[in-house]
């Protein structure tokens, strides 16, 4: 048996007051829900490492137990005394300026010529240019490891078969070239990169601007330095900065086909910090290295954005 | 008079044909530059494909031959019948979905946040997330890996997938953040008077209308993880944890002379990705331009 009963709610009127608790109540809950699981993996696994790597590079510390051997700043003083150190942070100025003086150019002259106007078949052009910068760098690695090994590799065969009489080339193995063998195969994998961005920039400029110039009486050399890249001004801004921070980051390549080596020749701060840091388990050493890491690519992203990139931030907001 | 007559009207036609010559010109030299850059693009990777189909001593005879002794099917069946490949391509799939599911999970909420909800702080804290975009996992490898050993993360996936979810989520979240910023506000409130939770409107308006830009987010996570070789170098010992980076660099030094072997694994691994990138390409062109290049 059973009976049915009624229950009579009882009908309050929520006040003001309690409503907006109610409201603000429910807010902070939905940010909390929303916002808190991601931030505390960017704290746990981002914010909390970078910050400890500037206590552990006071200690000699060779990642066993807590660190104890306080030794203030010796760990910076060995580093700015190493000459490899300083070296390494040599190779990667080189690999910066030559990536800014011919690998940007490069592909805005690709963006240029593929970029617009009418062109057959210029998407296939265009997702071929980028498939480099899809590969790992693993693989990428691993195929020039092959196409520049100094006797049976690829490159060496075409010059052979193009230059009589050609001597063939240890390019990963010869101090002077290595560097610059290295800075082809990040050319070869990152301008397709660089090229998508100018070829968005490109898309962005109005045709009208190129084609009033022209109606002016501009030739193209002068539509192009006079209007369109100024136009790109903000694009080729950007590239510039991704373009240096990048260069500083190198590793997987550089460590793949020399290590580093021939003796030194193409060590980078990335390379160094694993070789003298990481496999030595000199981590509070490598932490020095670390900090200074972060401390360029802090002192530069600032700086730049602050001098070179305000006017796009001004233009954009 | 009638020399006359053409001597008139013929200028206008030669200056005319002039011009053409020029174009032609111009595209001839356009698809000439072209077709190096490409071809220069393309060898090395062709090799490898070539390599993989033929003899350890054709190819290095000749890089670029075809296959003589019939295509070398053995190659890559010896690499796909060893289970030490799959158990790699196993770890890479794991990986992968790991990072992207919660990556662009976590993502798309803090987005959310960031783009949508009003509350003290929030300029800071959005300040603080961008901060990750200085410092990419190469930068800040020694750091990482020191945090993991301390949270015992070592030989555990886990300690490849949550430090990748977190340096890829400050790109993530600014592309999102971009995204559901140029959703106009008058659907919010629309669905906010017909009776709709925030975090309904988030759910079931935002997402949706975001799939554009969750999947470039998506497809650039996808790339980033699957090429992943450093963090896996350190955090990972035990070779049953390897993903395929780490696969082929061992298979590399254990089968270092028999080239063709090395190349036919690197077409096996490069294939996946072509086509992936083939499929995907619109949302990685979106996700790196910012939506702006087309066609």
Redesign the interface.
């Known amino acids: 048996m059973s009976t049915i009963r009624f229950r009579v709610l009882p009908r309050t009127v929520p006040s003001v007051a309690d409503e907006t608790f109610i409201r603000t109540r429910?807010?902070?809950l939905?940010?909390g829900?929303?916002?808190l699981?991601?931030?505390i993996?960017?704290l746990?696994?981002?914010?909390?490492?970078?910050s400890?790597?500037g206590y552990?590079s006071l200690f000699k510390w060779n990642?066993f137990g807590p660190p104890t051997d306080f030794r203030g700043f010796s760990n910076y003083v060995d580093l700015v005394n190493d000459s490899i150190f300083i070296r390494s942070i040599g190779h990667s100025l080189i690999l910066m300026s030559s990536s800014l003086v011919i690998q940007l150019p490069l592909a805005l002259g690709?963006a240029l010529?593929?970029g617009r106007g009418k062109?057959f078949g210029r998407?296939i052009?265009r997702?071929?240019?980028?498939?480099?910068y899809?590969?790992?760098?693993?693989?990428t690695a691993?195929?020039?490891l092959?196409?520049l090994h100094p006797n049976?590799g690829?490159m060496n065969?075409v010059f052979d078969a193009i230059i009589p009489n050609f001597k063939f080339i240890p390019w990963l193995a010869d101090r002077n070239i290595a560097l610059y063998a290295i800075f082809l195969v990040l050319t070869?994998k990152f301008f397709?990169?660089y090229m998508?961005?100018y070829?968005?920039?490109l898309?962005?400029i109005p045709k009208d601007l190129e084609e009033a110039g022209r109606i002016d009486g501009c030739n193209e050399v002068q539509v192009l330095r006079f209007i369109t890249i100024p136009l790109l001004g903000s694009t080729i801004r950007l590239t510039i900065f991704l373009s240096v921070?990048g260069s500083?980051?190198?590793?997987?390549i550089i460590w793949?086909l020399t290590q580093g080596g021939p003796v030194n020749a193409t060590s980078t701060i990335?390379t160094y910090?694993?070789k003298y840091?990481?496999q030595r388990f000199a981590?509070g050493y490598?932490?020095a290295?670390?900090v200074v890491?972060?401390c360029i690519?802090?002192f530069f992203?600032i700086g730049y954005q602050r001098i070179v990139m305000r006017q796009d931030y001004a233009l954009r907001d | 008079m009638i020399n006359y007559a053409t001597a008139v009207t013929a200028p206008p036609r030669r200056s005319k044909r002039h011009i053409n010559y020029n174009r032609v010109l111009l595209t001839i030299v356009k698809y000439t530059v072209l077709c190096v850059v490409t071809l220069i693009i393309l060898a090395p990777s062709l090799t490898a494909v070539l390599g993989g189909i033929r003899t350890t001593g054709e190819f290095l005879a000749e890089p670029f031959g075809l296959p003589k002794e019939g295509i070398q099917w053995g190659n890559f069946e010896r690499i796909l019948t060893n289970p030490d490949f799959w158990n790699s391509f196993k770890n890479s799939a794991l990986i992968t979905g790991g990072v992207v599911i919660i990556g662009v999970t976590l993502s798309s909420c803090l987005a959310f946040v960031f783009s949508r909800m009003r509350f003290t702080g929030k300029m800071l804290l959005f300040n603080i997330l961008s901060l990750g975009l200085l410092f990419p996992l190469v930068v800040a490898i020694l750091p990482i890996f020191i945090q993991i050993r301390q949270l015992g993360l070592i030989n555990n996936l886990w300690g490849v997938i949550l430090p990748m979810v977190a340096f890829g989520m400050p790109g993530s979240v600014i592309i999102l953040r971009g995204f559901f910023m140029a959703i106009p506000t008058e659907l919010e409130d629309a669905a906010y008077i017909d009776g709709c939770s925030t975090l309904g409107f988030f759910r079931f308006i935002l997402l949706p209308m975001a799939r554009p830009a969750i999947a470039a987010v998506a497809t650039l996570q996808v790339i980033a993880a699957w090429n992943e070789y450093f963090l896996p170098l350190l955090v990972l010992n035990d070779q049953k944890l390897w993903p395929l980076p780490l696969g082929i660099m061992q298979f590399q030094g254990q089968y270092g002379s028999e080239w063709a072997l090395i190349m036919a694994y690197i077409t096996i691994l490069i294939i996946p990705v072509v086509l992936f990138y083939i499929l995907t390409q619109r949302f990685i062109v979106t996700g790196l331009t910012g939506g702006e290049l087309k066609g």
């Open positions: 429910n807010k902070w939905t940010i829900l929303l916002a699981p991601g931030m993996i960017f746990v696994f981002f914010l909390m490492p970078i400890q790597s552990y990642g690709l010529l593929v062109l998407q052009f997702a071929i240019l980028f498939v480099p899809v590969f790992s760098e693993v693989i691993l195929i020039w092959y196409v049976l690829l065969k070869w397709g990169f998508i961005l070829m968005a920039g898309q962005s921070l500083f980051q190198q590793f997987v793949i990335a910090l694993f840091g990481i981590l490598g932490s290295v670390a890491l972060f690519t802090l992203s």
